[in-house]
Antibody, heavy 118, light 111 residues
Framework: QVQLQESGPGLVKPSETLSLTCTVSGDSISSYYWSWIRQPPGKGLEWMGYIHYTGSTKYNPSLKSRVTISADTSKNQFSLNLTSVTAADTAVYYC????????????WGQGTLVSVSS | QSALTQPRSVSGSPRQSVTISCTGTSSDVGGYNHVSWYQQHPGKAPKLIIYDVSRRPSGVPDRFSGSKSGNTASLTISGLQAEDEADYYCSSYAGSYTRGVFGGGTKLTVL
């Protein structure tokens, strides 16, 4: 059974870079699509982007200039970097597996709350 | 890409059935059969309950069913139970550029 676990700072200052890592167990990231999805408090879900096991990436056009997703296959981890954060980036961040690459998330991490505040 | 349109809230009594709609466009819901539904309890991660319009992952009760007509997908929950009270989100694939879009979410209250 695949399991995903997010890790990273829970507090980031405005204008700085938010960095999170997702550690995957029970499956290899050298297959499928691996995504980041976020949810501001009390609001809906927003897909941020994915990385494919080939290394190709795709990002939400609304975030494209600020987001980078990378992978470390030796550690079976993938990561999210979001630059120039503001309070609007305060959210629960989920890492997730989309096996078919068709925007259907079969497995989710438990999520981690990241607050942007000085 | 605009979010898919869902009702803000629906409600039903135990043992009744409720249906949640999810309206998109021909560029997403109407154009692909990759519509999925997620159940989210407070403080928890979403859980996939329907994918490919009407398929259920292993372990999801058959009380949950999905369908699609044109640009609108629907989730029906029959035999409502107290534990079904949650937020429900739909999503749809929208092509290789945009990738996909979520609905705004529907709060289900079991009376």
């Amino acid at each position: 059974q695949v399991q995903l676990q997010e890790s990273g700072p829970g507090l980031v200052k405005p204008s700085e870079t938010l960095s999170l890592t997702c550690t995957v167990s029970g499956d290899s990231i050298s297959s499928y699509y691996w995504s980041w999805i976020r949810q501001p408090p009390g609001k809906g879900l927003e897909w941020m982007g994915y990385i494919h096991y080939t290394g190709s990436t795709k990002y939400n056009p609304s975030l494209k200039s600020r987001v980078t997703i990378s992978a470390d296959t030796s550690k079976n981890q993938f990561s999210l970097n979001l630059t120039s954060v503001t309070a609007a980036d305060t959210a629960v961040y989920y890492c997730a597996r989309d096996p078919g690459g068709n925007f259907q998330v079969h497995h989710w991490g438990q999520g981690t709350l990241v607050s942007v505040s000085s | 890409q605009s979010a898919l349109t869902q009702p803000r809230s629906v409600s039903g009594s135990p043992r009744q059935s409720v249906t949640i709609s999810c309206t998109g466009t021909s560029s997403d819901v109407g154009g692909y059969n990759h519509v999925s539904w997620y159940q989210q309890h407070p403080g928890k991660a979403p859980k996939l309950i329907i994918y490919d319009v009407s398929r259920r992952p292993s372990g999801v009760p058959d009380r949950f069913s999905g369908s699609k007509s044109g640009n609108t997908a629907s989730l029906t929950i029959s035999g409502l139970q107290a534990e079904d009270e949650a937020d429900y989100y739909c999503s749809s694939y929208a092509g290789s550029y945009t990738r996909g879009v979520f609905g705004g979410g529907t709060k289900l209250t079991v009376l």
